[in-house]
């Protein structure tokens, strides 16, 4: 049975905002657990009404964004994340945020399904790597072989003027592990294996390095990995969010 949203009652409460944000989520299902954890850690708040609104459908059973990509899957996940986006705006949505990397490569379809925005999470979160290095010039890319074969961060990053670099085949097919027989699995992933990807895209001249996979998120607050050079696109996502949605952040 599909969720069925509805928009929150007029005058229900004073201090409730009744145009929250759509999370179009479960892709994946824990990743969108951390974005909604990350919102409200993130927020300035001293009580409840503080807080952002959020209207979540969490989509788990959505095509594998990965899958169709590589060419692995005919299950196109791009015209059920159009239908996903319109019944969040329908619910009372005012924009949209996809807590998921390799969906920013069925952006467009989303937008073209919808009349409100609907955020870039890797836009977003080459912007956080731009401020947390003045000056940078080199990016350094962890994300699923969907994403890195979609290119959507290399481009951005090449439209910047920044080098985008990729981990060599070996240390990317332990990300790949990392992802799906870890955190999609549910399985603990040590520290060690995070910070042997993070040095070997720093020793290829990676001067910041962006965790562009919403599970590697999930493994960063997992393992406790705070290194300044390390942007998370999950923060840099919900930070966005909260500014959009009038709230301050911390």
């Given at each position: 049975?599909r969720?069925?949203?509805h928009?929150?009652?007029?005058?229900?409460?004073?201090?409730v905002?009744?145009?929250?944000?759509g999370?179009?989520g479960?892709?994946g299902?824990?990743?969108?657990?951390?974005f909604?954890?990350?919102?409200?850690?993130m927020?300035?708040?001293?009580r409840?009404?503080?807080?952002?609104?959020?209207?979540?459908?969490n989509?788990?059973?959505?095509?594998?964004?990965?899958?169709?990509?590589?060419?692995?899957?005919?299950e196109?996940p791009?015209?059920?994340m159009?239908?996903?986006?319109?019944?969040?705006?329908?619910a009372?949505a005012?924009f949209?945020?996809?807590?998921?990397n390799?969906a920013?490569a069925f952006l467009d379809?989303?937008?073209?399904?919808?009349?409100i925005?609907v955020?870039d999470i890797?836009?977003?979160?080459v912007?956080?790597?731009q401020?947390a290095?003045?000056?940078?010039t080199?990016?350094g890319?962890?994300?699923t072989?969907?994403?890195l074969?979609?290119r959507?961060y290399?481009d951005?990053?090449?439209?910047?003027?920044?080098?985008?670099?990729?981990?060599?085949?070996?240390?990317?097919?332990?990300?790949?592990?990392?992802?799906?027989?870890?955190?999609?699995?549910?399985?603990?992933v040590?520290?060690?294996?995070?910070?042997a990807?993070?040095?070997?895209l720093r020793?290829?001249?990676?001067q910041a390095?962006?965790?562009?996979?919403?599970e590697l998120s999930?493994?960063?607050?997992?393992?406790g990995?705070?290194d300044?050079?390390?942007v998370?696109?999950?923060?840099?996502?919900?930070a966005?969010?909260?500014?959009?949605?009038g709230?301050?952040l911390?």
């Open positions: 049975m969720a069925i949203l928009r929150p009652s007029e005058g229900y409460a004073e201090s905002r009744n145009e929250p944000v999370i179009l479960g892709i299902p824990m990743a969108t657990v951390y909604m954890q990350r919102i409200i850690a927020t300035d708040a001293s409840d009404q503080d807080h952002v609104d959020m209207l979540v459908w989509h788990a059973s959505i095509p594998d964004r990965t899958a169709y990509l590589l060419g692995s899957s005919d196109n791009g015209p059920v159009a239908q996903d986006a319109r019944e969040l705006e329908q009372g005012r949209i945020a996809i807590p998921c390799t920013r379809e989303v937008r073209e399904g919808v009349d925005e955020l890797v836009g977003e979160t912007s956080a790597a401020a290095v003045p000056g940078l080199t990016l890319i962890l994300a072989d969907g994403t074969r979609s959507i290399h951005t990053a090449t439209q910047r003027g920044l080098t985008p670099v990729e981990p060599d085949d070996d240390v990317q097919k332990d990300v790949m592990a990392m992802i799906y027989d870890g955190v999609k699995a549910g399985m603990p040590s520290r060690d294996r995070v910070d990807a993070v040095a070997h020793a290829k001249g990676a390095i962006v965790l562009g996979c919403t999930v493994l960063r607050t997992d393992v990995l705070d300044a050079d390390v998370d696109s999950l923060d840099a996502l919900a966005r969010t909260i500014e959009l949605a709230g301050r911390r």
